[in-house]
């Protein structure tokens, strides 16, 4: 079921290549040297809260995509990202994004944007490269890991941008808003791990964790939707905010066993380039998730969770230094299976140097403190400290027909 509206994309995009005008393909290798220390990672079968443990570090793959780009008429474009993480996932390579980008020309100062099929909602301000990559660092924030774990939009995106230009104004603003499904499952993560810091988001038809989760299902037959703003003023500073709803039911479950999880959060940040060299990000996120079908009662389980960041990033000549510190929280306040408290922070800081015109080098060391009690279940203290060190070597390449 969860299927059908890419399948549907599918068909439209062979019927459309007969009107190709133009076609352009982005893709990048990132191979890495890796290593961990501190409890086995979640995506390896244990709670740990990066994406390597040392199990799996030394030489291994970060990412490999194509991301290619049909532009069907003047203002309209299938879009799509294909990926690999080398981790033994359901399917070997795999499907990110997957839409229909649609762009009228700009009239009376408004520039109108939609988008349908399978992406990412606007909210991450440090995932600006392809196919959703980070630009500043190699691991993204715990709150941009969570995004790209939990959630894809599966539906329709309308945005309207007014464009200050047209009046002198070197700055624009633009409301957004989405009605999706396919997400039901959304939150779960949270409550069975909590936050992490992790560049492995998940993909369309696979899974994250061992026993495995996928997020991508349509339980109660009902939509959600998000709805945000976002302001850009001098090509200096922008801010967003944006309201999310999933209105889940609680209740529902699927024959697989699959349940929906209600889950809200609302998210607030801002990107400050004061310069050429100086680029600052801060950004939060506050909202709860519930799963159970008594409403609002003590039976059900409901939890609060809080994530924020802040990030300072120098760059010169062909090197940039980023510096990142994140906060992250989760509080059980019913239910069984708790407590499923984590009180977290980390810091990540990053070099990278430009090696040509495609050939980038990135080195990450990264420090995460956490406390979560169900690690004593798998005999291990609730209090864990982790370290990751990476260092990647990146070709991008980008070919047009």
Same mark, same amino acid.
């Given at each position: 079921m969860r299927r059908a509206p890419l399948l549907a994309l599918l068909?439209? +995009?062979?019927?459309?290549?007969?009107?190709?005008?133009?076609?352009?393909?982005?893709?990048?290798?990132? &191979? #890495?040297?890796?290593? !961990?220390?501190?409890?086995t990672s979640f995506q390896n079968g244990g709670l740990g809260i990066t994406r390597f443990d040392p199990d799996h570090d030394g030489l291994e793959l970060g990412r490999a995509l194509l991301a290619p780009n049909l532009r069907i008429t003047d203002i309209v474009s299938l879009q799509g990202v294909f990926d690999t993480y080398g981790d033994h996932n359901r399917n070997p390579a795999d499907v990110s994004e997957f839409y229909l980008d649609i762009r009228p020309f700009?009239?009376? +100062?408004? #520039?109108?944007?939609?988008?349908?099929?399978?992406?990412?909602?606007?909210?991450?301000?440090?995932?600006?490269?392809?196919?959703?990559?980070?630009?500043? +660092?190699?691991?993204?924030?715990?709150? @941009?890991?969570w995004i790209g774990e939990e959630f894809r939009t599966i539906g329709a995106e309308v945005e309207g941008r007014w464009l200050g230009a047209s009046h002198g104004y070197l700055g624009d603003f633009a409301l957004v808003g989405a009605i999706y499904g396919w997400n039901?499952?959304?939150?779960?993560?949270?409550?069975?791990?909590?936050?992490?810091?992790?560049? #492995?988001? +998940?993909?369309?038809?696979?899974?994250?964790?061992?026993?495995?989760?996928?997020f991508y299902h349509e339980i109660d037959h009902r939509p959600g939707y998000y709805g945000g703003l976002s302001w850009r003023h001098h090509d200096r500073l922008e801010v967003? !905010? &944006?309201?999310?709803?999933?209105?889940?039911?609680? /209740?529902?479950?699927?024959? /697989?066993? @699959?349940?929906?999880?209600?889950?809200?959060?609302?998210?607030?940040?801002?990107?400050?380039?004061?310069?050429?060299?100086?680029?600052?990000?801060?950004?939060?996120?506050?909202?709860?998730?519930?799963?159970?079908?008594?409403?609002?009662?003590?039976?059900?389980?409901y939890l609060k969770m809080r994530a924020a960041f802040a990030l300072a990033s120098f760059e010169w000549a062909r090197e940039r230094l980023t510096a990142r510190y994140d906060g992250f929280h989760t509080h059980q306040l019913s239910g069984e299976f708790g407590p499923r408290n984590q009180d977290g922070h980390a810091w990540t800081f990053a070099f990278s140097h430009e090696l040509g015109e495609d050939w980038q080098l990135v080195a990450e060391w990264l420090k995460v403190a956490s406390s979560f009690p169900p690690r004593l279940l798998l005999g291990i203290a609730a209090d864990q400290t982790q370290t990751q060190f990476q260092l990647a070597v990146r070709y991008n390449f980008d070919l047009r027909w």
């Open positions: 068909v439209l +995009s062979t019927l459309a290549a007969r009107g190709q005008d133009r076609l352009t393909l982005d893709g990048a290798v990132d &191979l #890495r040297w890796v290593h !961990a220390s501190g409890e700009p009239w009376n +100062s408004v #520039r109108w944007r939609a988008r349908l099929g399978a992406f990412y909602m606007p909210v991450s301000l440090e995932n600006r490269g392809v196919g959703w990559s980070e630009v500043y +660092s190699i691991t993204p924030s715990a709150l @941009n890991s039901d499952p959304a939150g779960a993560l949270l409550a069975e791990r909590g936050f992490a810091l992790s560049d #492995r988001p +998940s993909t369309l038809f696979g899974y994250l964790g061992s026993p495995p989760l996928d967003r !905010a &944006l309201r999310y709803d999933n209105r889940g039911d609680p /209740a529902a479950e699927n024959a /697989a066993g @699959n349940y929906a999880w209600h889950t809200r959060f609302t998210s607030l940040g801002a990107r400050l380039e004061p310069d050429a060299h100086w680029t600052f990000i801060a950004q939060d996120l506050d909202g709860n998730t519930a799963v159970g079908s008594d409403n609002e009662g003590e039976e059900q389980f």
